[in-house]
Each structure stands twice: as structure tokens, then as C-alpha cells.
């Protein structure tokens, strides 16, 4: 009889981290969050420590032609401390693992290291360790955030609460469309090389790609206003993909406003000229690490003047499922188109 084999497509990045992790058993008392959130959270006797890991391979997350090597390593260090201020912890320390080959000089990698560093003295975290190793092929980096929190002042993703208002930092879906220019100017430059990309007027889009910063000054106004949402994430995956987590862990529904999801003028300005709709580049897109939060209505006079913060929709009740009201007055059921892996 033939062996059965399940084709991973079949469970998506999602379905795939479920299975793999559905029997894990807790054994330390220590271990206060475990897999399924941004971060783990770890007690040590009161005090509470936020880890999280994330990999960057070349040719699936980030292509050379067109990355920076600086930027490349400022953004890998981006990606871990966004997953930790999204457990509402600042982010204190780094290991960093990279595997390399013969194709990189030492150069090259100094250069990384250089976007590297200069992310970690902006965020103020201090790399402590690491592994270097050589790759077969392409370049993989590897990144493991450790972060503090004040007892118990952690967020999960699990934890909203029916009627909360749901709000995202920043703009979403304009580093998606960042990528989209720089796929087609690579495109245009690989068939002409002679024709010399202009990328000027496209500064806003292309930066949101290639050097993304992480919303410490969002965790530092909860922290001074003493204020805490209820449930959070940071936007990796796009933000429908992302308000999908919440409902599912929080066993809630949700309902979207089309026309409070906020969309940068240059984002919506390049989607014209593609002739695709800047909500769907913002339900979708992903790669924003802007961070989507859930508010108890008694908390709304905290949050509803902070420049930056929009309120985009609220929590409802898991039968009526995560819906999206359009401008036009019809309400669509969200799915996750999100960026996945294995698709
Ligand atoms: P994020 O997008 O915030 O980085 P992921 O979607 O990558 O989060 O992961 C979701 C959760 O699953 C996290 O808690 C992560 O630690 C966990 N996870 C992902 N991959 C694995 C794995 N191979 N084994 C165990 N846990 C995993
Ligand atoms: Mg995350």
C-alpha cells in the first residue's frame, strides 16, 4: 500500500503551525503564553519576558535585486521587535542567526550588519549572541527578539472582548504596493537594462517596503497614558488575515469599516495607476508591522484624539463572523488573502 502523503499547500502556513503544535503540552509554570501570539511570555518569579523568532530567506522574503543590503538588515531586526511591542513589551535584547554563501563577501555582510546595528541602537536592544553558518544557496536570517513587560500589562490576541473598537496604527497596504513597483521596475530592467528606474516620486511606497520601522512609540503612549488594549498583534500578513486571528482566538466576530481604513495618498495614488482597488491593497497587502488593537468603549476618550490611531471598526458576537461595510453600503464577509508561504 502506498504511504499517504499531505501536501502542505493543502494546510496553508496557518493550518500547518496548528497541526505541528495542537498537542504541545506546558510543563514549566513558567510558561504564561505559548505558541499562537506574537511572542511567548515567560515568568521568572514576577518578572515577565517576551520571546519571539522570525526568518527572513532570500528568494521568498526579500530579493537582492532589488533590497539594499543595509535596509535588508535594519528590516530583519524591524520584523522581531514589531512581534514584541505587539505583546505590549519593549524589546531589550537580539540573537541573530544568519547562514551565508561563498556568493557574499565579507563586505557584503559587514553591510547587513551594518543595517543591523543601526536598528538596534534606534530601538535601544543589544545583540547577545547568534550562529553563523554557510548556506547552500541563498542568504537566510534568523532573529530571536527578547523583550520585558511589566507583570501581567502583557496583550494577546486572544483576549477582545465583544463591543471593543478595533484600531490600527499608521496606514496600511502601502508596502505591498512598494513591492509591486519594485517587482515591475525589476521587471522593465531585466528586458532594457538601459532604462533607469524613477523611484522619486514613489519615495513614500518603496520606503514603507524596504526600511519599515516598529511602533515603539505606540506601546511607549499606552505605557504614559496608562492605557492597555484588550486584545493585539502586530500587521505582518495584512490586516484581513490579521483581524481573522483575533476573531478566531478571541471567539468573536468582527465588523470593518471600509471607509475608516486608513490609506496613505501615495498608496492610493499608485493603485490608481495599476488600476487596483486601495482597499483590497490594504486588507491584503501585508508587510505593514503597524499594530491592530482592540479598545474597551469605557478606554474610547484615551484613544480617540491620538494622531495616528484609527478607529476601523468594532467586536461583534462569532456568529456574525468578520464582515467588511463598503463605501457603497454592502457588507462582504473578510477572508484571508493574506501573504502565505506555501501558496
Ligand atoms: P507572526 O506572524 O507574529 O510572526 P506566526 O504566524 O509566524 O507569527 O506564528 C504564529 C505562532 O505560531 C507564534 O506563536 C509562533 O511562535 C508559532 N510558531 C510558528 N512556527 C512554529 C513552529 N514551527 N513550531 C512551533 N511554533 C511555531
Ligand atoms: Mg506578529
Redesign the pocket.
Known sequence: MAESRTEIGTLG??G??EH??KN?EQRQISTLV???????VLDHYGRQTVV???MLIEGVHFDLAYTPLKHLGYKSVI?NLS?IY?MNAIPTQLLISIAISNRFSVEAVEEIYEGMLAACDRYHVDLVGGDTTSSSGGLIISITAIGEVSPDKYVKRSTAQKGDLLCVSGDLGAAYLGLLLLEREKKIFLESPQVQPSLEERKYIVGRLLHPEARKDVIEFFEENDFRPTAM??I??GLSSEVL?ICKQSDLGAVLYEEKIPIHPDAKDFCYTLELDPTACALSGGEDYELLFTVAQADYDKIKDIEGISIIGYMTEAEKGATILTKGGNSYPLTAQGWNAFS
Request: aromatic share 4%.
Open positions: 502556513e496557518f500547518l503551525i505541528l503544535t504541545i505559548g505558541v499562537g501570539d506574537d511572542g511567548a519571539s523568532t522570525d520584523v512581534d505587539a498583534m502586530d505582518s500578513d486571528h
